[in-house]
């Protein structure tokens, strides 16, 4: 009995490791928040690298400026973390979330440079003068960029940065906010 046990194992084991040519092809390859390991996150240029290298979908976080404008973001405000204030400046920690999208109109948040400084976590991504995009923008250079280089439709693993105790101050109620999201998505094709 013993023996026929471990036969089996060994068989499932086999079947298990054998190599199959489409198991790769079924692998979703996320840029999480573009390539922020590499360039600033959540940022086009980021996306893009995403993409150059191989990813076939980007993971992006969104927000809501006050113009009511989908913003990609993983906070709902400056992050001191990754951006400076308009002067090229360092945000304190404790200020931070006075930057409140929610508060801003769009032209006012990409005055705010979130790729200028060293990330902490990060040290080998690479510094530039960069802005936080709308979804639209992210959408359509990453869609130019697939075609412009005969790659494959890129998908988007998109999160509403959302939840109740901000609701009405850093962003929209839900609905609303969804709302906003799809009309984006519809608009750029993509949905």
Known sequence: MK???KLGMAVLLAAGCSTQEHAVKDIDLQGHRGCRGLLPENTIEGFIKALEIGVNTLELDVVISK???VVVS???????EICLDT???EIGMLDQKSYNFYQMDYEEIAAYDCGSKEHPRFEGQEKMRTVKPLLSEAI?????YVKENGLPLV??????????????EYHPEPGE???LVVGVLKKEGVL
């Open 140 to 144: 359509k250079a990453s869609e130019a």
């Open 3 to 5: 023996s026929i046990i």
């Open 155 to 168: 998908k988007y693993n998109i999160e509403i940065k959302s939840d109740e105790d901000g609701d009405g």
């Open 177 to 179: 906010f969804v709302e």
């Open 87 to 89: 002067a090229g400046e």
């Open 74 to 80: 993983h906070e709902p405000y400056l992050s001191s």
């Open 67 to 69: 113009d009511k404008k």
